[in-house]
């Protein structure tokens, strides 16, 4: 459950404080005590946003929310870089972000823009540090950006670097483009995710 981390799984900005039923219990009483049903989850995703609300789809009444412990979100959400709203890929997506109002709560975004900008520096100063030989402080800090909240952010920055697009994706962002791009930097990195 988020090891390590200890982040909202929904929004990825607050601390995971609550244990939440990824399908509620009033749904589905049977799964009070399913481990799998179990996420960690801020108090506002918890009990301001996704209550007892569990969309599912029309068709063959599939849940909706991703459960991320069994779905990789970025296969449903693209973060728009650098506005930091998310746009959905999927019928999934759609759903967790009205559901948890990914883009409609003005902290999550600001803070995400934020996030962007202090991504930014971490990949440029890991080049620095590893430029000077001071690996230590480059493993540095690689945890410490993928501990800060909204880590998400810069797992979007490496899957999107990888875009066929994303000289498009990151227009007028080249220097960043090509610090994510450098081998020894997305090894470092993307080994800790």
Known sequence: MAPGHQRCMYCGDGQGTDIDHFEPKSL?????????????????????QKRNRFP???????????????????????????????????DQ??????????????????????????????????????????HDKAAEVVRIAWNRPLADVLAAMFHQSGHPAADLLFDGEEETLGFLKDHALREAFLAAA
């Open 28 to 48: 589905a009483p049977l799964r009070t005590f399913d481990w799998l049903n179990h996420l960690l989850a801020c108090s506002y995703c918890n009990s301001n």
């Open 56 to 90: 599912r789809a029309d068709t063959d009444g599939s849940p909706l929310l991703l459960d991320p412990t069994l779905q990789d979100p970025l296969d449903h959400l693209r973060l728009v870089l650098p506005v930091c709203t998310y746009k959905s890929l999927t």
């Open 93 to 134: 997506g759609a759903a967790c972000i009205e559901v948890f109002g990914l883009n409609t709560r003005g902290v999550l975004v600001e803070g995400r823009r934020t996030a962007y900008g202090t991504a930014k520096q971490s990949v440029e100063l890991w080049r620095i540090a590893t430029d000077q030989g001071r």
